[in-house]
């Protein structure tokens, strides 16, 4: 069966962290961003705190990550974004530390920022007002984007 978390099959998914709760939104949520992973309760027994990626008996807090099989490029963009059924997570669940997350989370696109940002906001419970202000701090650029993305969400 396929194990998203071997080496061999990383490639093969898209990466992402438990996030830190967003100011009155009881969802579980989840990033791209390392900075805003959500730390993972320690045992308290430090042995049994072990990366999933490196192996190593971590020192440091582990970090809960979840991935989705990536888009191929045959893939008909558009269909999978409105049927959104290939995009699932899969079950597997990994404990990362931060050092091997990083890496496993690659570079935030400037996209994936807007995309994870308005996710947060429509799913807050004042997200009209955070959407104003949002739309008000925006240049031209920024409200196309949004606009577009808006579309998909």
């Known amino acids: 069966k396929d194990i998203p978390i071997s080496k061999a099959n990383r490639h093969n998914y898209v990466w ?12 579980q949520m989840y990033t791209w961003d390392p900075d805003a992973m959500k730390q993972m309760p320690t045992y308290k027994d430090r042995e049994e705190n072990s990366c999933d990626i490196c192996g190593a008996k971590c020192t440091e807090t582990l970090y809960t990550f979840r991935c989705y099989p990536r888009a191929k490029k045959t893939d008909n963009m558009l269909q999978g974004m409105r049927l959104n059924l290939s995009r699932r997570f899969h079950p597997c669940k990994a404990f990362i530390s931060k050092e091997c997350g990083r890496s496993l989370l690659g570079i935030q696109s400037e996209a994936s920022k807007i995309v994870e940002e308005l996710s947060g906001i429509l799913s807050s419970s004042n997200s009209q007002e955070q959407m104003s202000e949002l739309w008000a701090n925006a240049n031209e650029r920024l409200r196309r984007v949004i606009l577009d993305t808006m579309r998909y969400l």
């Open 16 to 27: 992402v962290a438990e996030a830190l709760p967003k100011k009155g939104d009881k969802r």
